[in-house]
């Protein structure tokens, strides 16, 4: 596993790498299990905006060189714009893609993808997609997560991108890039982790867990001590 702080990830900016971040979106409520948007109206919680915000300040000196990307749930553009903010970023206006979201590069179906969810519990779906590289409901693995760098390396044209996303796709890309190479309960990404494809100035390109630290929440912030997550 290739791990990084949020701190070694300034360093790689400061170096003169390129960075797209895939991070996921701050804390927000409790989504309910049989809701086909997964929660696509709810917004942050006050924890969720103050460190979205943390976040930005910690990016701020990359404020005139950044990009920003969301899916469009509610809760993703808010973290998006409450970095934004947090950076010092002026009247920011967030594009938003299904590719980032529920008509994801991932699902090809979110119907069946909440009928599996359901049947086979969130995480031990995700690990069964993540192990062998096709679940139904899904695109194959090793596919998707190429189409997603590849739209990511489309719009990598400033020093730093920022695409808020969820966690499962973060999941996803970091072990079908061999990053991870086995999720559990404690490596899972947290609110405002990341995974990062790194551009040295060489033209090298890395791949990375971003650890931010600025949040110890897995679920949604009325759901975190549930134990039938399957970790």
């Known amino acids: 596993m290739f791990e990084m702080t949020l701190d070694e990830l300034i360093l790689a900016l400061r170096s003169g ?26 917004e942050l919680t006050e924890e969720g905006v103050r460190t979205s915000r ?8 990359f404020k ?8 469009p749930l509610r809760r993703t553009i808010m973290t998006a714009e409450m970095v934004a903010e947090g950076m010092g970023v002026s009247d920011v206006k967030v594009p938003v893609d299904e590719l980032l979201g529920n008509g994801s590069f991932y699902y090809t179906d979110p119907r069946v993808v909440v009928k ?54 973060i999941a996803a890309f970091l072990s079908a890039r061999g990053v991870v190479k086995k999720f559990a309960r404690a490596n899972w990404p947290r609110f405002l982790d990341c995974a990062a494809i790194i551009v040295d100035p060489d033209g090298t390109r890395r791949y990375a867990f971003v650890r931010t630290g600025l949040s110890q929440g897995i679920c949604g912030v009325s759901d975190q001590s549930r134990s039938k997550e399957g970790f």
């Open 116 to 169: 599996v969810f359901n049947e086979r519990e969130f995480f031990a779906a995700c690990g069964e997609y993540y192990d062998t590289g096709i679940l139904p409901g899904f695109v194959p693995l090793r596919e998707a997560a190429d189409a997603c760098e590849q739209w990511l390396m489309d719009r990598l044209n400033s020093r730093l991108l920022v695409a808020t996303t969820h966690d499962c796709f």
């Open 17 to 42: 790498s390129r960075v797209a971040l895939q991070l996921r979106h701050a804390e927000r409520p409790k989504i309910e299990p049989d809701d086909p948007t997964f929660g696509d109206s709810l």
């Open 54 to 61: 943390e976040l930005g300040k910690r990016l701020a000196e």
């Open 64 to 71: 005139d060189d950044v990009r920003f990307f969301s899916s």
